[in-house]
């Protein structure tokens, strides 16, 4: 398997300017999670879904940020209008609900985001 | 809400010597635990989880990790650091009430290895 595939790798930005991470999880898998990592704030979860149902995006700093999943292998973050404090790596991950296995993350190689 | 401590931001281990990171957990119920390791530019790779049974339990690169209740504590140990495992490890803990929900991370200890 491929693991978890996120992109771009790196974008770079103005502010005031639209911003769309992607991520496509491991085939299978039934959660999807987006963490952003700071080096102030460290890994934080954002929203997380499962059966591409949002659950629970209570993690989301403010409006400016909408997560979607129209389907089991794709899923959205977007950033609208970025600002430079939302400059961090964002990290998209699975998992796949069978017993133990539902709290197994996988993590994909993150997005570095830079908003000038 | 669950939180994760790990008192140590950097460690500094000389090559072949052993290593401990330290991990405290807040949670009411039973802890699920976690470490995970990540290189410089990369995602997160998971080393080991703790779930139940066994407190010792036993993890890729050789690492292990020991749950003590008591202590509220999951520390990572190696008998025999290598320069590759120069890297940030990151403890987290899920929540034990079904579904798979978020992890909570500490903030996690940077390794370095010395020659």
């Known amino acids: 398997d491929a693991g978890v595939i996120q992109s771009p790798r790196h974008e770079v930005t103005e502010m005031g300017q639209e911003v769309t991470l992607r991520c496509k999880p491991i085939?299978?898998?039934?959660?999807l999670f987006w963490y952003r990592q700071t080096m102030m704030r460290g890994l934080e979860l954002l929203i997380y879904?499962?059966?591409?149902?949002?659950?629970?995006d209570s993690g989301m700093p403010e409006d400016r940020f909408s997560a979607k999943m129209p389907n089991a292998s794709f899923s959205t973050l977007k950033i609208q209008p970025s600002e430079p404090r939302d400059s961090a790596v964002y990290f998209c991950?699975?998992?796949?609900?069978?017993?133990?296995?539902?709290?197994?993350?996988?993590f994909g190689p993150g997005t570095r985001l830079t908003v000038t | 809400a669950q939180s994760v401590t790990q008192p140590d931001i950097h460690i500094t281990v000389s090559e072949g010597a052993s290593l401990e990171l330290r991990c405290n957990y807040s949670y009411g119920a039973t802890p699920y635990l976690f470490w995970y390791v990540q290189s410089p530019g990369q995602g997160l790779q998971l080393l080991l989880k703790y779930f139940s049974g066994d407190t010792l339990v036993q993890g890729i690169k050789g690492f292990e990790a020991e749950f003590k209740r008591s202590q509220s504590s999951f520390n990572l140990r190696k008998p025999s650091v290598h320069w590759s495992d120069a890297a940030e490890y990151f403890c987290?803990?899920?929540?034990?009430?079904?579904?798979?929900?978020?992890?909570?991370f500490g903030k996690g200890t940077h390794l370095i290895i010395q020659p």
């Open positions: 085939s299978g898998h039934d959660y």
């Open positions: 879904f499962n059966n591409n149902v949002p659950i629970d």
């Open positions: 987290a803990v899920a929540s034990s009430g079904g579904g798979a929900d978020g992890l909570t």
């Open positions: 991950a699975s998992s796949f609900r069978a017993t133990s296995q539902a709290y197994e993350q996988y």
